[in-house]
DNA sequence: CTGAAAGCGCTTACAG
DNA sequence: CTGAAAGCGCTTACAG
């Protein structure tokens, strides 16, 4: 590995100072001999010399590089997001660095420190919870956007999505397909903003009057796997007077995955013993036995929407940028797990 | 955004010079006296010094990151590949950069350059195919390993799947099932190894005397979608003289779910109407309608097990490292989609 | 229009 | 055991 010819190489062989090559890399051509300028664009071509972005990083303290911290990757639902901002970034010239948190606020905060050192210019964040000063510290000196999940100290530019519609579409529908009895499930809150979104919306609905004489409950999954869904959904449905028709409603995508095999494996059949509603239009939704009713977010819309925040603030300074709290609506889209 | 400390403010803090400080910082202890030392700790401590990444790289020419190009992150056959690199390179200190090539060469090529400009320590590559000259000189260079898809050109390193093996295993089950006509359909070829490898073993298979009498084609779909997918697997059906019981093969796991799609809009059932085999056991697989037969590939592995050999193979100078190519075995898990 | 020179923040032989 | 100094490959004000 013999090593890359720098700067000064092509200097010497175009008999002109670094500077004026460094210039004509920039695209300083505005007042550069025409000459020169030609001269130097061969001799590159020739040596193919491509300059080395970490001398230009530690000079510049610009690296054209965003930490994407994820708190599970395994998740679609992060994997579509990771390609909005990917797919941004990758437009306006910047690399992603990609880290998995996996729900771990000691690796996030690791994480967070080792792209600190690596000079990124920005963050985008689907946190795992739990380090909330540490990032709302963090925005004060960096350009960052929380992606999904929000935090609640400070007013931190994040783009989320409206849980309140979404929670209520469910319910809605749910209820306009006859359902006497409704539950909600939910991963365990852990801080993780969404969840409590969504079981608040849900206790705030089965408050109203409408839902007077609705039978309505919400159950927390400890540990997002086959057994322990099996059991809460053996004794949900078991405990359900038999005439109320039961609509249950799944508060993340891995969890209706569960759900799914769950009832599988009880033999319980949806719509005839449930009627069903996910969260997130999965790739699989449409195919799955039943074909499953969700509510989608915008799951590509928010890593674009966010990156696009992100690179947009890069040059402001972060201490006296606003905050600023976006949400992206959802929809409902109807499959045969709330068919009747 | 005030700059943050710098080692030169750590050695006047402490009293010692910028050489100390960077000796404690990699940890070189062994002969530096044990007050120097505490004193150094608490100087850093107090102060909230963190190197920075970019400088000591421009000096040791080592960043500790990776670049992982992937042809497609929205297939979760490559999910898994790059959390399986992820998770290794994390568990070593280094860290990914994440690129999209979209299936295009160009914008691998591209990204490979802009890669080579950041200075990566090395490569892991699910290419789009095309760039066989540009990766094999570039492994002259660099460390680097081939995920998932080979290059024709010379030996370069490259953990993959037994493709022969996958094949055969999922036609000795259909002919076990009593199949009596076969097909293979695979996404456009495209120099892209494994689907190659896929139609050649299928077509050997084809050839054989066990076969004689069991009639076989090979299905090209030009873009994976429903409609066109629809369209093939209509005319496949129906063209099928009707007592020959039909086994259709999918060679990737997009264009599964889309043959389960079509299968639906035709209103045709598995098994009833075909035996359906993919490949790739994604999360959908098993609570798919109905659950579908897969050759699994192990592809967390492929991941780890092409991040462990570019690590392995840092210290090394890449020039002279002999490219070895790794085949990981696959397996047949059986579902409801072959189940007669 | 172009160059000489300083400096970004580290690391590392070399001296002592 | 520790420091002075050179240098990694760039960029950029300053001069001319």
Redesign the interface.
Known sequence: ?K?PTAIRDVALAAGVSTATISRYMNGKFHKMGADTRLRIEKTIKSMGY??????R??RS?K?N?IAVILSD??N?YS?AI??GI??TC?EFGY??????SKESSAKEKEFI???????VDGFVINTSGGNDELIAGLAH??PVVLVGRKISTGMINSVAVNNVQGVSLAVGHLLARGCSALALLSPRIDHVSPRIERVEAFRALASQEEMQGIASGIHIIDKIAVEPVTEMLGNLIRQNRSPARMGIIAANGMLS?AV??AA?SLDYEIPRDFLFIGFDD???A??????LTVIAQPTYEIGATAAKRLLAGLGQ???HSQGESLELPVKLIMRNSTLI
Do not use: H
């Open positions: 590995m090593k491509m300059p080395n972005d970490v001398a990083s530690l303290t690296s590089t990757i395994l679609p994997i990771l390609q990917e797919e990758a690399t992603i660095f990609v880290c998995n420190e080792m792209m600190m050192a690596k000079r000196e960096m995955l799914l095999k599988k999965t790739e699989w449409s195919v799955a036995n039943p074909s300074d972060a201490e």
